[in-house]
């Protein structure tokens, strides 16, 4: 059971704009940073956001993120069918331990 | 180029132990930290803990403490993952990622799955 809560799926569609939540906790979330991960099919986790709203370089500013209290979200915007993939959100706890979301299913339908 | 490039893939019987590597090239090895991650099929991702590359200092969680052991070997800019006491609940893929400067995992290995079957 992950500690952080992410909705199973979502779905939207082509240029529409989608967001993901990230429910955590004050052991989590409301005191650290967040980051996002995009795993396509058959691949390996690509981190998209790090420090709650920041893009390493390469990443679309179509993706963006946010934090208020206990939760987070990730926005895309302008969707994409090479945006279908499986989503992540990402924090340390207090418990000292990295913890994951459950992941979000994104079809664009 | 950055990159983490993992061992190839294992299949142990059960009770077995299996150890995978992760080779960094293109950075500066010693200024970063190795995590462990771990997704069975169709699962999440499930952390493991961590080794600091320069220092050599690991972090189990404790669902894996005494099952699994971190080392690295700077001369070859390489971490490895030893998994003992396999069983079917530990066939998933395993992922290297280097924590980055920003509490977060900036670059991943491809992966490496391990099954366990007897």
């Known amino acids: 059971q992950s500690v952080l809560t992410q909705p199973p799926s979502v779905s939207a569609a082509p240029g529409q704009r989608v967001a993901i939540s990230c429910a955590g906790s004050?052991?989590?979330?409301?005191?650290?940073?967040v980051s996002w991960y995009q795993q396509l099919p058959g691949t390996a986790p690509k981190l998209l956001i790090f420090d709650t709203n920041k893009r390493p370089p390469g990443i679309s500013d179509r993706f963006s993120g946010s934090k208020s209290g206990t939760s987070a979200t990730l926005y895309i915007t302008g969707l994409q069918t090479g945006d279908e993939a499986d989503y992540y959100c990402g924090a340390w706890d207090s418990s000292q331990s990295w913890i994951f979301g459950g992941g979000t299913k994104l079809t664009v339908l | 180029q950055v990159h983490l490039v993992q061992s190839g893939a294992e299949v142990k019987k059960p009770g077995a132990t299996v150890k995978v590597s992760c080779k960094a090239s293109g950075y500066t090895f010693g200024n970063y930290a190795i995590h462990w991650v771990r997704q069975a099929p169709g699962q999440g991702l499930e952390w493991m803990g961590w080794?600091?590359?320069?220092?050599?200092?690991?972090k189990y969680t404790v669902r894996f403490q005494g099952r699994v052991t971190y080392s690295r070997d700077k001369s070859t800019r390489t971490v490895y993952m030893e998994l003992s006491s396999l069983t079917s609940q530990d066939t998933a893929v395993y992922y290297c990622?280097?924590?980055?400067?920003?509490?977060?995992?900036?670059?991943w290995g491809q992966g490496t799955m391990v099954t366990v079957s007897s």
């Open positions: 080794i600091n590359a320069g220092s050599g200092k690991t």
């Open positions: 990622a280097r924590e980055g400067s920003f509490d977060a995992f900036d670059l």
């Open positions: 004050s052991s989590n979330i409301r005191d650290e940073y």
